[in-house]
């Protein structure tokens, strides 16, 4: 199949597209569509052009009139152990069309972007498909993300409208989002464009009675959408018109929305979920992630309903009420496969295995894992103890701007080998590069770059197509860069060694260095930052940020608590750093570049600091060296 999708892309994603329902057919003249050389042009991509369908009729409608309307969609389990819901696709699909039909009725047409900031309840799903079936442009923010992260997506992505939650308990900790939105839309100021503000009432959080509410900008979900008709008009949109939008960190600048449209990344979201998952309809899946992240938009949301499976949705933290809640999850509800991060591995095999063996995980048959590289003994745990050694693991490899999985083994087809994502799924065509930009053959590592468009690629970045250009397709005329690192051994399976970039990925999640830097010295009293990733044991990678402040100023503890909630305040608690380190200066080229190198050697006490020699002062590295501790 591999061979066949690289051979003829067009005949292959033709035939397994004709298994959706599609109210128009495609041009045949025009089924794949690329240019990644901006010398030829500008980069586009398009997929199954001329075609019209809908997602969310895929996802619902379709799963219906296959019988499967009483199967469960959802398997819906809350933060408290005895909170949980299982909901049909029948069901699902009513309040899908209620809601579409609310936000027909205030006036979102096609095209329209709609902000969510939503807790992981089965209205958080539901709300990307309403917005699906009536061709709006879903934006999830992830619901840890701060008021003026926030406010920044809302300001960039022109939306009017927000749905979201009055309150949320993860684990024992309350977080108050009406509030975060209610600040968001404050900060905005005119630049935001805010009518309407649609709130869920999670009573189990806070009584609704007791939530902030602003006449004619706020409406309770069951107060108005609840009252709608539960069928609804399906809007047939183009496979080239965007489905969503999802903001990522970039290694400069604000973060990018990057946008992905409708067919392509349909038909890939489907079928890397069938293969790679082995998913069939009934089956039970768990992807761990948040609908806030792309893991959660392809695996919990679209890719699991595009194939008549369950998808368990999870509002609670892992370690609540104790570091068996996983498995006790799995054992509940009979989950088949399970999807993660490495993070979340390490971090539970600290916990000890007892909390593991507690439970038989007997209906477990596929493990999967996602969003760093894993190491080996986190990789081998996962399979004995999590797996008892008779899951296949699959390491899958991807990007929010990928859409879906590249690089991933497909379970039991096979030999695995912990720590390598294995080989590129149907239709992806990696290289690896030297800096030079020549492919490299053979055993080899360098910059991990692919040379043909797959369905499910982001198309642009929203607002700002060269910048698009410029972040992806101009480092190397021709590819796409991913921004990662790899090495391919003898057998051609990829080894991904991270980031070459300065994006830190701290428990999967894409930070900018330069974005914790813009928070830090947004402290009046801080003059400049540097920030650098280091090795974390639970996290992957962990943040080092090194600060200069305002001269004549004492550096105390309480300082440094300051310019980390800082941190926390403009981005989101995730991205507070690990470790602040004084820095009287920073070790500056002459020309005034910082050079991190150097700092992420300092950082991890690896005192052999290489070539200086480009150093303006090499007194400033030794000074950085003895205060480390401080
Ligand atoms: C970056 C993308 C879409 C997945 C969730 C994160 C790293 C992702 C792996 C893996 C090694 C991985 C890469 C990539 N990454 N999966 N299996 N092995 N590294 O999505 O936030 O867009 O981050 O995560 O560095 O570029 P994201």
Not at 19 to 26: G, H, I, P, R, S
Not at 45 to 69: E, V
Not at 86 to 107: D, F, H, P, Q
Request: glycine content about 10%; charged content about 20%; proline content about 5%.
């Amino acid at each position: 199949m591999y061979k066949e999708s690289i051979t003829d892309p067009s005949a292959f994603w033709s035939a397994i597209a004709s298994e959706f329902y599609w109210k128009k057919e495609w041009d045949p003249a025009n089924i794949v569509q690329g240019n990644f050389d901006t010398t030829k042009g500008p980069i586009s991509t398009s997929f199954f052009s001329g075609a019209q369908t809908n997602i969310a009729w895929n996802c619902l409608d379709a799963q219906i009139s296959k019988g499967r309307g009483d199967t469960a969609a959802f398997v819906w389990e809350g933060n408290g152990l005895d909170e949980n819901k299982t909901m049909s696709y029948s069901e699902v699909c009513s309040e899908v069309n209620k809601l579409a039909n609310w936000l027909r009725n205030i006036g979102v047409k096609k095209g329209d972007r709609v902000i969510i900031y939503m807790p992981m309840i089965p209205e958080l799903p539901i709300s990307m498909l309403a917005c699906a079936r009536i061709g709006a442009v879903h934006g999830v923010v992830f619901a840890g993300f701060s008021a003026e992260s926030l406010a920044q997506r809302i300001i960039d992505s022109e939306a009017k409208i927000i749905l979201t939650c009055n309150a949320v308990l993860r684990g024992t900790k309350l977080l108050d989002l009406k509030s975060i939105v209610d600040s968001a839309i404050g900060l905005g100021g005119d630049g935001c464009r805010i009518t309407h503000c649609l709130c869920v009432a999670n009573e189990r959080a806070v009584p609704f009675s007791e939530s902030n509410f602003i006449l004619e900008r706020d409406f309770w979900w069951k107060e108005t959408v609840e009252k709608m008709s539960s069928t609804c008009e399906t809007e047939w949109v183009d496979a080239e018109d965007a489905l969503f939008m999802l903001y990522t960190s970039g290694s400069t600048g604000k973060p990018k929305g990057v946008v992905h449209t409708t067919g392509g990344y349909m038909v890939y979201a489907a079928t890397t979920t069938k293969y790679v998952f082995d998913l069939k309809p009934g089956d039970l899946f768990w992807c761990t992630a948040d609908c806030g992240w792309i893991t959660g938009h392809t695996y919990v949301t679209y890719g699991p309903l595009l194939n008549g499976a369950t998808s368990l949705v999870f509002e609670g933290v892992p370690n609540y009420p104790d570091p068996g809640r996983c498995w006790e999850i799995v054992d509940k509800f009979g989950v088949q496969v399970f999807y993660t991060a490495p993070t979340l591995i390490r971090s539970l095999q600290r916990e000890g295995d007892d909390y593991v063996k507690k439970y038989s995980r007997s209906s477990l048959r596929l493990l999967g894992t996602v969003g760093e590289p894993i190491n080996p003994e986190a990789w081998k745990w996962y399979h004995k103890v999590v797996g008892n050694g008779k899951c296949p693991i699959v390491d899958t490899w991807w990007q929010t701007e990928t859409g879906g999985h590249l690089i991933t083994p497909l379970p039991a087809a096979f030999p695995s080998k912990p720590g390598s994502a294995a080989l590129p799924f149907f239709g992806v065509e990696p290289v690896i590069l030297n800096e030079q930009g020549k492919e490299l053959l053979g055993e080899c590592e360098g910059l991990l770059c692919i040379k043909s468009p797959w369905p499910s690629m982001m198309r642009t970045i929203y607002g700002d197509h060269p910048r698009y250009e410029t972040a992806y397709f101009k480092p190397f005329p021709g590819y796409y860069f991913t921004g990662d690192g790899a090495r391919r051994d003898k057998d051609g399976y990829y080894w991904i060694t991270g980031r070459v970039d300065d994006v830190i990925n701290v428990s999967g999640h894409r930070i900018g260095s330069a974005e914790v830097e813009s928070a830090l010295v947004s402290h009046s009293l801080c003059t400049e930052a540097a920030v650098v990733g280091i090795e974390h044991a639970i996290k992957g990678q962990g943040i080092y940020a090194y600060v200069t402040i305002l001269d004549g100023v004492e550096y105390t503890m309480e300082l440094k608590k300051e310019l980390i909630a800082c941190v926390r305040s403009t981005i989101g608690p995730f991205a507070a750093p690990d470790t602040i380190h004084w820095a009287p200066s920073l070790p500056k080229t002459r020309s005034g570049k910082i050079l991190r190198r150097i700092l992420r050697k300092i950082a991890c006490k690896d005192d052999s600091l290489g070539d200086i020699s480009t150093l303006a002062d090499k007194g400033v590295v030794e000074e950085l060296v003895r205060l480390r501790d401080v």
